[in-house]
Nanobody, 115 residues
Framework: QVQLVESGGGLVQAGGSLRLACAAS????????MAWYRQAPGKQRELVAL???????NYVDSVKGRFTISRDTAKSTVYLQMNSLKPEDTAVYYC?????????WGQGTQVTVSS
């Protein structure tokens, strides 16, 4: 059974920080690219950060310098450290595992940034 469980979301004031975690089970964690997406109300789902099997990372321009994606293969967990949060970061954040031929999604965790 494949399962991705996000945690760490919540309500934070602008300028604050949150650390999201995605615990994966049922997959070979080291053989999957891992990513964080977000979806704000009325908007399309957006790729926020990606970490490939090689370790290469990519970020959407709007979060560069503020967010950091990392992974702990021993714990089968991917993290998203979110600093200097802005109201426009408010969204449901989703974890995604991509093995190249099939992808899996978590249920999402709500991040709300107040002004």
């Amino acid at each position: 059974q494949v399962q991705l469980v996000e945690s760490g979301g919540g309500l934070v004031q602008a300028g604050g920080s949150l650390r999201l975690a995605c615990a994966a089970s049922g997959i070979s964690f080291s053989r999957n690219d891992m990513a964080w997406y977000r979806q704000a109300p009325g908007k399309q789902r957006e790729l926020v950060a990606l970490i490939r099997r090689s370790g290469t990372t990519n970020y959407v321009d709007s979060v560069k310098g503020r967010f950091t994606i990392s992974r702990d293969t021993a714990k089968s967990t991917v993290y998203l450290q979110m600093n200097s949060l802005k109201p426009e970061d408010t969204a449901v954040y989703y974890c995604k595992a991509d093995g190249g031929w099939r992808a899996y999604w978590g249920q999402g965790t709500q991040v709300t940034v107040s002004s």
